[in-house]
């Protein structure tokens, strides 16, 4: 039998539940996880392998990360998934080289990098016979898109726990409900070695976290001293929706 780490009961029943209630997961899945190395996609791999060995129906997955050409190197990851028996690979790009412009000028080089690695994966998916693609985002990544939408872009949206893509790809986001801490304590308490937490790739040649992102993350910090059932609330709300409570044209031409 392989070696596993088994995640807490919370996160495998958070994870179940989730998996549930939006038809995540299902048989005959063929789900390529975008790993990038860091503390979600982590949790996520090991999650999904024990999901795997749980669940009465049968699926596959691949882990792959998109290298973006900055001289990263993924040895350890590599290592880290053949000794847990996950199947796993990376994707060489150039992203680096195209985006040097963009970090140079201090423009929207984060928005670049997600872009294109979004499009690597898709690509990486499709090439491999995959229906699904997995990606690690959380609660907390779900209530700072939301109010980022909100405060910068006059929208109300935020990140759903599965939609179809242009190219009929399923995205599924299997971690949505959890929220950072709980993934943070998983590579903490296993000790395992997760790659830099920040907001993006190009963070790591001292460009600072991108203003919006990290005054909305304080922003919610304090919002969560004051209320501390903020999470379970917006939680609550994202599924509960009164769009006839909103200023809709569409909506006066009762
Ligand atoms: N280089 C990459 N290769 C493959 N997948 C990636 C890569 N970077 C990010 N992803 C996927 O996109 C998700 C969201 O990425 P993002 O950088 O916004 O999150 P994060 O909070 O840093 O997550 P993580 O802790 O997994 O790095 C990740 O959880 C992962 O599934």
New binding site residues.
Partial sequence: MSKSIVPSKKIMSKLGKTNAEFELIEEGDKIL????????????IHAMKEQQRRAPFKFEFIA?????GMGENYDELARHCKEYDIPYEI?DTQTYELAKDKIRKNSSFCSFF?RM?RG??YTAALERGCNKV?????MD?AAESFFMNFIYNGQMRSLAPKYKAENSLIIIRP?IQMR?RQ?RAFVDDNELN??G?????AMRFDVKMPHARASTKEMLRDMEKEYPQLFTSLNAAFKNISYDSFFDKEKFSI
């Fill in positions: 996880v975008g790993l990038s190395g860091g503390k979600d996609s982590l949790t996520m792959v990360t998109i290298s973006y994707v997600s690695r690597y994966l997995a990606l690690g985002h959380h990544d971690l950072e993934l997760a790659i937490d920040e907001a993006c790739p």
